[in-house]
């Protein structure tokens, strides 16, 4: 299992290669949404992986960080005429403080604080979202401008596509490289065994912090990019039950395993679309996945299909 | 009375062999309760520099709590821990393994989401970059260093006998060798003072001959030891001073041939397990 997932290079190569070839199968502008949501998802379920599947930390509130990207470029690009790129930064910067400012008192504490306050996290934003009419439109959501950059405006499926594509294969390039790193090893350590973590040296408060911010800073980047692509962004983007699908997408697709997150983002978010019936119930859908994953295979998807191909170089 | 149970008396009498290095840990006076049960009371001791310092007693005496107090696990009720001329009482973990600080577990603490080599090159954190930056675009300083530590790991498994499992996953790996792989840990560490919670515990006998080994190399190389082990024949052939607990306080110390000859700790420990 180690030996499939870990060669860095075959799986980042392997993931370029679909990304490229994919659009000549996609029929339509429906098909290249569908990949382009699942994109904006993937990048989420990377950065929440680092926390969850690597650190074993819990969030919540990680649509909230969406959310909060989301509408700082709303608004700062739209209302007040940001170029759309400070917008996105200022919104990253924004989320990363309120990150920091949460985790801190927190991720001292042992136990399931932080699953409890990144909950009142993703309240709050959504709440905020649907009353501050003046500034986010309330329960009816927004409309966003463009992206533009260097004078190009970023527009139609297509585009957006290599956009998505790109920022995605970047995202799981980071991560992989982060989880093979001192760093990496430290977060992976906190999971294993804070208190033999900390009597190597490592702090473990901080690498939580720290990576608990990272994870966020990636959901608003994500929040940001797919308000400009959808042109309209709602409340519904940041509430508690779209931090649960996040967290589905990650426990589903294999916890600490980078590539998984992506599987994991990329199945949840076709199904929805295959299975139509099912609209009225998605959230229990959704509830039902994640049970059965936990209970039949808790590793995840992808570790449990790599762990049936005979390993060759096993020690 | 015995004047061996009088630690001052105890300390002076003994018949030094070897010139003692100067003091590296100091414990003053430390305590610690649980619930109004004491685990440590009023205990002082000091362990010199380049010495195999070993600490005995029953089980419950408080030896474990003992390494939870120096090594900044637990914090004290009372008292001071003094290491390397600082006081470092109440401060973290972490900042004492900064200072030259690692131990092992009696229980396993074993980060069983990784590979062995892993476990031990976590141990190398304080001598890599763990900084977010280098670590994302993979800085090529960092790849090198890196590269080393593995080797540096790789090596320190060879030391203690783990070579076969370079590759393993911590968790497929048997008892014996995860206990061995807790010292490649701390070693990786390179630390001025090494605390080891029952090394041989649940070892078998050729096992702890290699424990036993091992840790005269590791002190040969200028590590100090303060060492926690029921196995007597290993504590009594290898340490240079032994501290004997009982209840949480201190029943005797001396050199191994004094403390064996301690009437109290003959009854209190050694007339257990003869
Ligand atoms: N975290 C804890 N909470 C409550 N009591 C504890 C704790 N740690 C140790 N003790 C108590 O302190 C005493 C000493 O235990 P310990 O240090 O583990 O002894 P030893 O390692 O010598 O066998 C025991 O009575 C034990 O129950
Ligand atoms: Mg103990």
Redesign the pocket.
């Known amino acids: 299992m180690q030996n499939i997932l870990h060669g860095r290079l075959t799986g980042l190569l392997a993931m370029g290669a679909i990304i490229a070839v994919l659009p000549a199968f996609l029929p339509n502008n429906f098909y290249l949404d569908v990949a382009i949501l699942a994109g904006f998802n993937a990048v989420v379920c990377v950065g929440l992986n680092l926390l969850i599947g690597y650190a074993g930390q819990i969030s919540l509130g990680h649509a909230g960080f969406f959310g909060i990207g989301a509408y700082a470029s709303g608004v700062l690009a739209g209302t007040y005429g940001w170029p759309p790129v400070l917008a996105l930064l200022a919104g990253a910067v924004f989320v990363g403080l309120l990150a920091f400012v949460v985790a801190k008192p927190i991720l001292r504490l042992k136990g399931h604080y932080l699953a409890m306050a990144t909950l009142g996290i993703g309240i709050i934003v959504s709440i905020v979202l649907r009353t501050e009419s003046g500034l986010t439109g309330g329960p009816d959501g927004m409309t966003v401008e463009p992206f533009r950059i260097f004078g190009v405006e970023l527009y139609g499926e297509r585009v957006w596509y290599w956009v998505v594509g790109a920022l995605l294969f970047a995202v799981v390039w980071l991560s992989l490289n982060l989880i093979d790193s001192p760093m990496g090893r430290a977060l992976r350590a906190v999971h294993g065994s804070e208190v033999a973590a900390e009597v190597v040296g490592v702090d473990t408060a901080r690498f939580k912090v720290l990576v608990f911010v990272l994870s966020a800073v990636f959901a608003s980047v994500a929040g940001s990019l797919f308000a400009h692509y959808a042109g309209l962004i709602t409340p519904a983007k940041a509430d508690f039950f779209k931090s649960i699908e996040l967290v589905t997408m990650v426990v589903f697709g294999g916890m600490a395993s980078t590539f998984g997150a992506v599987v994991g983002a990329v199945v949840l978010t076709l199904l929805p679309q295959l299975l139509t019936m099912f609209q009225d119930y998605q959230q229990i859908v959704l509830g039902a996945i994640l049970m059965a994953t936990m209970v039949f295979m808790p590793k995840g998807l992808l570790p449990t299909l790599a762990a049936l191909i005979p390993a060759r170089r096993r020690a | 009375m015995n004047m061996l149970t009088d630690p001052e008396l105890a300390a002076d009498a003994a018949p030094l062999n070897r010139r003692a290095g100067p003091a590296l840990l100091r414990v003053e006076h430390l305590s610690r309760e649980?619930?109004g049960?004491l685990?440590i009371g009023d205990l002082s001791f000091t362990v010199a520099a380049g010495d195999i310092h070993s600490i005995i007693?029953p089980?419950?005496?408080?030896?474990?709590?003992?390494f939870n107090l120096v090594t900044g696990v637990y914090k004290p009720s009372g008292g001071r821990v003094l290491f390397d001329g600082a006081d470092v009482s109440g401060q973290a973990p972490y900042r004492l393994a900064a200072r030259g600080m690692s131990r092992t577990f009696?229980n396993l603490q074993i980060f069983f989401n990784m590979t062995a080599l892993e476990n031990v090159m976590v141990g190398r954190h304080l001598h890599l970059d763990t900084r977010l930056l280098p670590a994302l675009f993979r800085f090529p300083s960092l790849k090198r260093r890196d590269s080393e530590a593995r080797d540096r790991a790789a090596e320190l498994m060879g030391a203690v006998g783990l070579s076969k499992y370079l590759d393993a996953d911590a968790a497929s790996m048997p008892y014996g060798a995860l206990k061995r792989l807790e010292i490649a840990r701390a070693l990786a560490a390179e630390p001025k003072l090494l605390l080891l919670d029952e090394p041989a515990a649940g070892l078998n006998a050729t096992e702890s001959r290699e424990i036993d080994e091992v840790i005269k190399t590791v002190a040969a190389d200028g590590v100090t030891i303060v060492l926690?082990e029921h196995d007597m024949k290993m504590v009594m052939g290898i340490s240079h001073r032994i501290t004997a607990?009982n209840h949480?306080r201190k029943l005797a110390e001396g050199t191994p041939a004094e403390v064996a000859a301690n009437p109290e700790v003959v009854a209190a420990y050694l007339g257990a397990a003869p």
């Open positions: 649980f619930g049960v685990a007693g089980n419950g005496a408080g030896k474990t709590t003992l009696q926690v607990l949480g």
